[in-house]
């Protein structure tokens, strides 16, 4: 018994000296703490100040963040704006498929109230269109504007420029009227291209058909065409603009020189007044479409003389020419070209379009087919590097090459024609309308708007532009009674 007694004795020893141990460490980790909390533990400070200067970082770059955040949702707002701006625009030109397309693309519009309005808005303006009665497209157009009355209609007596001016010209205020009104009255502008399908058969062969132009209800189409854009020699003096530019924002403009010399640059011809109107208006215009302007060559065009008979290769000058040539020693005929081109260039980006007038403002009818190839080719020389080919011929004198209906297949000039790339023919006839669609071709009568056309409309003489506008309405009030006589 004693033996188990010591025993039991020993393990109680042994456990209370464990139980002092542990509670003896137990003391000493306390105090070694205390003693780390009363010593301020560098570490821990250390571990404080970082954190800090991690918290004034973390928000400066959070900050950064949210302000790129806010510069994307800026320019996603403002792209969605053009966006949306650029898409009303091709709807107010009639391009309400390019207008919802557009819409489209922007990120997100499946969910975004405002352009799923734009949208369904649009379609059902598109919905509401009519075809454009083909048979029905006029075709109106002018020469180059008269800036200034009274130097293009003085000396009415005796002096045949300027009869000449007061007939086949049209003033700038009446210009500007007649567009106002015809635009009032529903008309639109169309490229005589728009009015032309092209459908080819199984043998690759085209033909040439009227094209559907869907317009609202109560909108007309008509063509425009301003011929003789060349600025020609008989023109100096008489207050019309002299050249075409660009102007710093790109388009086309004109220089006009006033009567005591000085040079002005703007809006005096038909392209930049247009174009302006259009700017103001896109709806006077189906999808871009501006004019067709007709070209001839001999004094070159646009107001430059890119002419290669300026060269005097021949040595049988005009009297125009030559004394051109004494007024400009300097004259390089690469320069005028490029500046031609330049401005060439901006018209078609602008939505012009080029015709040839024949290079001589020969009559077709009339002239031989010998004359009318090296005509032709001259065009080809001279004016076609600047404008590009073209696929029209607006007639000078707007003499035809046959009677209305299908060209005769025989007819030489015709023939010609054809095969030189022409398939568009237009005239002077001054019915409303007339539209001919051949087999694979198109002719297309026109309406001259000037001066004389004005004036008996106005006195009552003629009634044959009231479908556009009230000529008494449009006559200028500077242009002097104009005389009868071709
Ligand atoms: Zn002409």
Same mark, same amino acid.
């Given at each position: 018994m004693d033996k188990t007694g010591k025993k039991r004795k020993s393990y109680r020893l042994k456990k209370s000296v464990r139980f002092v141990c542990i509670l003896t460490a137990g003391i000493a980790c306390v105090l070694v703490w205390a003693f780390l909390q009363t010593k301020g533990c560098g570490g821990k400070t250390e571990g404080k100040m970082a954190g800090a200067g991690r918290t004034f970082l973390l928000s400066k770059e959070a900050e950064s963040q949210r302000e790129g955040q806010r510069e994307e949702l800026e320019k996603e707002a403002s792209i969605r704006q053009e966006t949306i701006a650029q898409a009303k625009r091709l709807a107010a030109s009639y391009d309400y498929d390019a207008a919802i397309t557009l819409l489209r693309a922007i990120e997100g519009y499946e969910s975004d109230g405002e352009i799923q309005e734009e949208i369904s808005s649009l379609e059902a303006e598109r919905d509401a269109c009519v075809p454009v009665n083909m048979e029905e497209v006029t075709h109106v157009f002018y020469h180059s504007l008269v800036v200034d009355p009274n130097r293009a209609f003085a000396n009415q007596d005796r002096d045949p420029q300027a009869v000449g001016n007061n007939q086949w010209m049209t003033t700038i205020p009446e210009f500007e009227k007649i567009i106002q009104e015809m635009y009032d009255r529903g008309y639109v502008i169309v490229s005589i291209h728009d009015l032309i399908e092209t459908v080819t058969d199984e043998n690759g062969n085209p033909s040439y058909q009227p094209a559907k132009i869907m317009l609202p209800p109560g909108k007309r189409a008509y063509v425009l065409s301003q011929d003789?854009?060349?600025?020609?020699?008989?023109?100096?003096?008489? @207050?019309?603009?002299a050249r075409m530019l660009v102007g710093e924002d790109g388009k086309p403009t004109c220089e006009y020189i006033q009567a005591d010399g000085t040079h002005l640059n703007g809006p005096y011809d038909v392209v930049p007044l247009l174009d302006a109107f259009i700017e103001e208006h896109?709806?006077?215009?189906y999808r871009g479409a501006k004019g067709i302007i007709a070209l001839t060559g001999y004094n070159g065009i646009l107001g430059y003389r890119t002419d290669n008979s300026y060269l005097d290769i021949n040595g049988n000058l005009d009297e125009d020419k030559k004394k051109w040539l004494r007024e400009h020693p300097d004259f390089d005929i690469e320069q005028e070209r490029a500046g031609a081109k330049q401005v060439a260039d901006a018209l078609k980006a602008d939505g012009w379009e080029f015709a040839s007038h024949t290079w001589g403002h020969i009559r077709i009818g009339d002239v031989s087919l010998e004359r009318l190839m090296g005509d032709t080719q001259k065009w080809r020389e001279n004016v076609e590097p600047i404008v590009g080919p073209v696929d029209t011929i607006i007639f000078a004198h707007g003499?035809?090459? @046959?009677?209305? @209906?299908?060209?005769?297949? @025989?007819?030489a000039k015709y023939r010609y024609l054809r095969e030189q790339g022409y398939s568009v023919f237009c005239n002077v006839d001054s019915n409303l309308y007339r539209t001919w669609f051949g087999k694979d071709y198109m002719r297309q009568g026109r309406r001259d708007l000037d001066g004389l056309r004005i004036y008996l409309n106005a006195i009552g003489e003629q009634d044959n532009v009231s479908d556009l506008f009230d000529a008494k309405e449009v006559l200028d009030p500077l242009r002097p009674p104009v005389p009868r006589n071709h």
């Open positions: 003789d854009l060349c600025y020609y020699h008989c023109y100096d003096n008489y @207050g019309y603009a896109p709806d006077a215009s003499q035809d090459l @046959g009677e209305w @209906g299908d060209y005769d297949e @025989g007819n």
